[in-house]
């Protein structure tokens, strides 16, 4: 079986921890759940991600070399 996250135009995806979540957030002004949602059976998210926890992507930009976004994991 092939493991689709690690497919080179797979972005880069990690869980993002408490204390870097806060800064996002009140970087913001938001709350957790006015983040974009991805599903829990989404290939491209680590296996230790859960439902309630934020992921932060890094995709390529040919604008700014990298763009970050944020999603909220459901299920």
Known sequence: MVDVSQHELVPEHTVL?????EEVLTE???DR???PKIKRNDSALPDEAEPGDVIKIVR???TTDQAVVYR???E
Not at 17 to 21: G, V
């Open 17 to 21: 921890d408490e204390d870097l979540l």
């Open 28 to 30: 913001y002004n938001i």
């Open 33 to 35: 759940t006015d983040l």
């Open 60 to 62: 390529n930009s040919r």
């Open 72 to 74: 909220l994991v459901v």
